[in-house]
């Protein structure tokens, strides 16, 4: 297969030039449901990058008839993150013209939707397909709304102009893929909304992290929220639907990293993923294993942070990826002072028992900066 590649304008610079988005479309012989993947959202997370390089290269081998339906492939989805460095570093996590997160800023339909009890007691007699493309609509001629604020001579800030462009690529897909890793070292995993548990076997990653509160400011957030909301006002009409719509967050490895584990692992779970659901038809896919994969889920309030209680220098830290038990001295400070004293050694114990899946890249840190999560 050739993929339809369309380049979309999103900011024109004070210099006169242009930073666009690519889009890569592959369209199956037959029609069907629509996978939306991208990846870079944050600056410095650009493993996903490489696992979409491969991705095209795999389907661009497929025969038309081996795909049902669309799938839509955006790399370096931020490029204004891409390109942010402080020094040698990668940064890209937060807009620096108005210090909003990059993945705290999008458009959430079900804030809005003030009549969803009066729209799903009019659904009830209707197929969950029905419903689906009716509640779409509503969506849709929502968002429509916030497209037309782009042509007023007020216009708009741009982090809005850019949300806009990059939901107004996926609202109507039936599966929606954000590839991230950590800003900071951490193993692979993903994000889970609760129901579909199921469904995250497919990706063949053993943890993850279960959603269990959350703002629908997160690009997974924003486009699962609404489904989730209505799912939950037709059970209260004694109307049981989980409709074939997703969202994930998949995390793989480090920030300013390719790691080929982590790569190899995301480009496999996709295509896995992508089989389960039936938009791929291809020898040895879904694998067989995938009902039977174990993925263990943390809930996300459940996750333990640790921050410095004073500054210093970390070491004798716990390994990535560590089983760690309470009481387990998790990491040492040697902690400096301006007091005439000697410097101090502090050891920081678990609080509760659990995996090691987050570390800080950087081995000094000011009191209250972030050193490890514990999943």
Same mark, same amino acid.
């Given at each position: ?38 990846? =870079? @959202? ?52 937060? %807009? /620096?013209?108005?210090?909003?997160? !990059? %993945?705290?800023?999008? !458009? ?19 197929? /969950? ?8 609509? #509503? ?16 216009? @708009? ?11 107004? &690529? ?25 129901? #579909? ?8 990653? =053993? ?22 909301? @209505? ?16 969202? !994930? ?10 790691? /080929? ?21 291809? /020898?040895? &896919?879904?694998?067989? =294993? ?42 040492? @400070? ?10 101090? &050694? ?8 659990? &995996? ?9 840190? =000011? ?9």
């Amino acid at each position: 297969m050739v993929p339809t590649v369309t380049t979309i304008p999103i900011q024109h610079l004070a210099s006169g030039d242009r930073l666009s988005l690519q889009v890569y479309r592959f369209i199956g012989a037959s029609p069907g449901k629509k996978a939306y993947v991208q990846a =870079n @959202l944050h600056g410095s997370e650009i493993v996903g990058n490489a696992v979409i390089h491969q991705l095209l290269e795999f389907f661009s081998h497929l025969e038309d008839s081996q795909l049902t339906g669309e799938i839509w492939l955006v790399p370096v989805c931020n490029p204004i993150a891409t390109n942010q460095r402080n020094h040698f570093f990668a940064t890209g996590r937060f %807009n /620096p013209y108005d210090g909003k997160d !990059w %993945n705290r800023i999008f !458009w959430d339909y079900e804030k809005e939707d003030e009549d969803l009890a009066e729209f799903a007691e009019f659904q009830v007699s209707h197929s /969950p397909e029905e419903i689906r493309q009716n509640y779409l609509q #509503r969506i849709q001629a929502s968002f429509k709304k916030q497209g037309d604020k782009l042509q007023s001579p007020s216009g @708009l800030p741009f982090s809005e102009r850019y949300r806009y462009q990059i939901q107004s &690529l996926c609202l109507d897909a039936n599966y929606v893929i954000d590839i991230h890793s950590s800003s900071n070292q951490a193993i692979d995993y993903l994000y889970c909304f609760q129901s #579909r548990e199921e469904s995250a076997k497919a990706f063949l990653l =053993n943890r993850g992290i279960l959603m269990n509160e959350y703002d629908g400011d997160a690009f997974d957030e924003a486009f699962m929220k609404p489904w989730l909301a @209505l799912e939950k006002q037709l059970a209260a009409l004694g109307k049981t639907i989980q409709f074939d719509v997703e969202s !994930w967050t998949i995390e793989l490895g480090s920030g300013m990293e390719m790691n /080929p584990d982590s790569v190899k692992k995301g480009v496999m779970g996709i295509k896995n993923y992508l089989a389960q659901k039936q938009l791929l038809d291809c /020898p040895n &896919l879904p694998l067989d =294993n995938t009902t039977s994969q174990l993925v263990e889920f943390t809930i996300k309030s459940q996750i333990k942070q640790y921050y410095a209680p004073a500054g210093g220098m970390i070491q004798s830290r716990v390994q990535l990826g560590s089983k760690i038990r309470s009481g387990q001295s998790l990491y040492q @400070l040697l902690s400096f002072n301006r007091e005439g004293d000697l410097p101090q &050694l502090i050891e920081v114990m678990a609080e509760s028992d659990g &995996l090691v899946f987050s570390v800080a890249k950087n081995h000094a840190v =000011n009191e209250g900066e972030y050193i490890l999560s514990v999943m």
